[in-house]
């Protein structure tokens, strides 16, 4: 059984081999008969030879003209039919290398084609020797037994052939493949250029979509969780105030209740600042940062210049790192006792720069809050500097790219 | 008068604002319909969320802006959801009393939004700490720069709208102490003395970097 379907494998194999390879060779040889169809007649036509000589010479030059496209056309199909290799299509793009590919290239592939095309029958035929000299009379071949020694040593040569054939296709297939597609297709480096635009455009297509979603999020607290939990606040706080001449016990449960109803919206609207302030959308960067300063435990100076408004991923992001920078100034920015936010724009570059006069010693390489902080603004091409000497003070600069 | 479009936090308004003592005239939805319940109604004091429908943006505070123009005898109180300075620096401009501007949760405190509320319908101001905060960072570097700390808390509080009393009580200082520091304010804004109630006035107008 194992034996069988590698045998059969080996025959797919070689089938789709050596239809490649005779394929390959017609297409190949027909590009250099017409370039020597070319030289020659401009050899004649050099040498005064015939009237019809130029005009022939025109129409097999239009003939390899066109026949570049068609033929790239043609290879490319052939590839893919044969071996499923994708080659990009040039299109109309570098018609000289094409113009070479098939001349050159097709001269030394569509020979060796040619030859391993040939080998085929050409060992069968040979392996079979001894088959036709049985056929012969026996009369004839016992005058001749010479003959039937050559005829066995011809059909071993043969049966060598036949059985190398295989590798010499796949080997020829291998080293086409490995080749062509180079040559035909794409550069690596259009590859990568290529390659670099999709990837920005995925890029900037995931960032925005994280953005839409914070965005939601933010909203949907906003609008249910938030104001279920202020009303239930306020009705909380108009019991208290109604309810006096409750037992002690239970004005102590609203009260505790309502104290509760109080942090709640305090922690929920702490979280939505994280998230995506509504005031970023509907105002912009300045409103929200002013509020971000407004609220930081320590003094902030605000300085915003900003004469246009960024793109929206832009602003999420600037507002997340200002955000961050001042969380961590107040947590680990040790015996800072104010902090200095400047958002400027320069041309097409949103800079902010933010110190503070704490001991300084922050390290970008440890501390989840600042790697996140570089992760997220890498993820929209901008820089990050940070300077943070032992005895402060501490500069953060951050510029982010903002074309529009 | 009463807009706002959360239904639950509208009854929950409507229990509060009877409980100081004023009569609702009508609980509206949006800011079209608060628009014609004043034109109808006339009320003394209305009661504004600043995100409604449709756009759930600013149509309060454009609503707001509108009636101080048609009525200005009417008090407004904009509840928000959060803070935007802009928005009270916005309604200041226009009008300097009979304006508040409060966080939406502040009407969980029950007293203190009541008192908010009657100190609005009797002329004065109520603005929430958080964007008498944020109008701090803004003014740093000005003449404010030259006031203390504490001086600055009393302006903060000013601001927002207390009393001399109600300063004192906040603090917990004398009403006398209260009144030294309002005075060294006024000298290092450079305001001169005449009607004091306008120079405390134009003291918080400063304080807010609106108008003055």
């Known amino acids: ?16 081999d050596a239809s490649f390879l005779a394929l390959g060779a017609p297409l190949h040889l027909l590009m250099v008969s017409l370039l020597a169809g070319v030289y020659g007649l401009l050899w004649g036509v050099i040498g005064g030879a015939d009237d019809s000589a130029p005009i022939a010479l025109g129409f097999v030059v239009v003939a390899t003209v066109f026949c570049v496209p068609a033929l790239t056309v043609a290879q490319r199909w052939r590839f893919r039919r044969l071996l499923g290799i994708d080659i990009p299509r040039p299109g109309l793009r570098r018609p000289w290398r ?3 590919y098939h001349s050159l290239a097709g001269m030394l592939f569509g020979t060796l084609e040619a030859v391993v095309a040939v080998l085929i029958p050409a060992g069968l035929a040979l392996s079979l020797t001894t088959v036709w000299v049985y056929a012969i009379p026996r009369k ?4 001749h037994p010479e003959y039937a020694t050559q005829a066995a040593y011809l059909s071993v040569a043969g049966l060598l052939v036949l059985a190398a054939v295989p590798y010499l296709a796949a080997a020829l297939v291998r080293f086409e493949s490995e080749v062509v597609p180079t040559l035909l297709g794409r550069s690596r480096e259009e590859d990568l250029v290529r390659r670099v635009e999709d990837l920005t455009e995925s890029r900037a297509g995931a960032v925005d979509a994280a953005d839409a979603e914070r965005r939601r999020i933010e909203r949907d607290l906003h609008d249910g969780a938030q104001q279920r939990l202020v009303s239930l606040a306020l009705n909380l706080g108009i019991a208290k105030a109604t309810l006096v001449d409750l037992p002690p016990e239970a004005r102590e449960v609203i009260d505790a209740a309502h104290r509760e109803a109080k942090e709640a919206i305090e922690e929920l609207s702490g979280l939505v600042r994280g998230l995506h302030p509504a005031v970023l959308d509907e105002l912009g960067l300045d409103a929200a940062l002013s509020g971000l300063a407004a609220r930081a435990p320590l003094p902030v100076r605000l300085r915003t210049d900003l004469p246009r408004r960024p793109a929206p991923a832009v602003e999420a992001v600037a507002y997340f790192v200002v955000s961050e920078a001042l969380t961590n100034v107040a947590k680990h920015a040790r015996e800072a006792t104010r902090a200095d936010v400047t958002v400027t724009r320069l041309g097409g570059i949103l800079r902010m720069v933010i110190t503070d006069d704490g001991l300084g010693g922050a390290d970008p390489g440890r501390g989840s809050g600042l790697t996140g902080l570089a992760q997220r603004v890498r993820s929209v091409d901008g820089t990050f500097r940070m300077s943070s000497p032992v005895g402060g003070p501490t500069m953060m600069s951050v510029d982010l790219p903002c074309q529009n | 008068m009463i807009a706002e479009d959360s239904v639950l936090l509208r009854m929950g308004l409507v229990k509060v604002v009877e409980m100081a003592g004023f009569e609702v ?24 969320d600043v995100r409604m429908p449709p756009g759930f943006t600013d149509e309060g505070v454009r609503a707001a802006l509108s009636i101080r123009r048609s009525r200005p005898s009417t008090a407004l109180l904009l509840l928000s959801q959060y803070v935007e300075e802009r928005y009270a620096a916005d309604l200041l401009a226009a009008h300097t009393s009979g304006v508040g501007y409060l966080l939406k949760q502040r009407v969980a405190d029950v007293e203190e939004f009541i008192e908010a509320l009657r100190r609005v319908a009797d002329g004065g101001t109520a603005l929430d700490p958080q964007v008498v905060a944020q109008l701090l960072v803004r003014r740093s570097n000005d003449p404010l720069e030259r006031l203390t700390a504490r001086e600055r808390e009393v302006l903060a509080l000013m601001a927002e709208g207390r009393s001399n009393a109600g300063i004192a009580a906040q603090l917990v200082v004398s009403e006398s102490a209260v009144a030294k520091h309002i005075n060294s304010i006024l000298a290092k804004l450079d305001l001169p003395k005449a009607d004091a109630d306008h120079r405390r006035v134009l003291a918080v107008l400063r304080f807010l970097g609106v108008g003055a």
């Open chain 1, 1 to 16: 059984m194992k034996i069988r379907t590698r045998l059969r494998r080996a025959l797919t194999r070689l089938t789709r």
């Open chain 2, 25 to 48: 005239a009508a609980e509206v939805g949006d800011a079209e319909g608060l628009l014609a319940a004043v034109e109808e109604h006339r009320p003394d004091l209305a009661v504004v």
């Open chain 1, 98 to 100: 094409q113009l070479a």
């Open chain 1, 140 to 143: 004839w071949r016992i005058e």
